[in-house]
């Protein structure tokens, strides 16, 4: 059985960091990409970051030069470290584990950036 569980969100200020944490098991993990994505209130799921399994990743221009992506293929874990962090990124922001043929989702983890 697949699952993907997410952790590490909360509330922040404006300016704040927060980690998130990602644990996948169920699957081979070195061989998926992990991604982070988030979905805002009246908005559509957006990709954050994402981190493939030969070490190539992307992130979203909002994010640039504050948030970053690594992978721990020995924990099968996937974490976010998110700095600077703004109200704009409140969201809930879900991991995901894919291949072709293959997508798995985690149940999400609030983050809410407020004073």
């Known amino acids: 059985q697949v699952q993907v569980v997410e952790s590490g969100g909360g509330l922040v200020q404006p300016g704040g960091s927060l980690r998130l944490s990602c644990a996948a098991s169920g699957i081979l993990f070195g061989l998926y990409d992990m991604g982070w994505y988030r979905q805002a209130p009246g908005k559509e799921r957006e990709l954050v970051a994402r981190?493939?399994?030969?070490?190539?990743?992307d992130y979203a221009d909002s994010v640039k030069g504050r948030f970053t992506i690594s992978r721990d293929n020995a924990k099968r874990t996937v974490s976010l470290q998110m700095n600077s962090l703004k109200p704009e990124d409140t969201a809930v922001y879900y991991c995901n584990a894919a291949l072709p043929g293959a997508s798995y989702w985690g149940q999400g983890t609030q983050v809410t950036v407020s004073a």
């Open positions: 981190l493939g399994r030969g070490g190539s990743s």
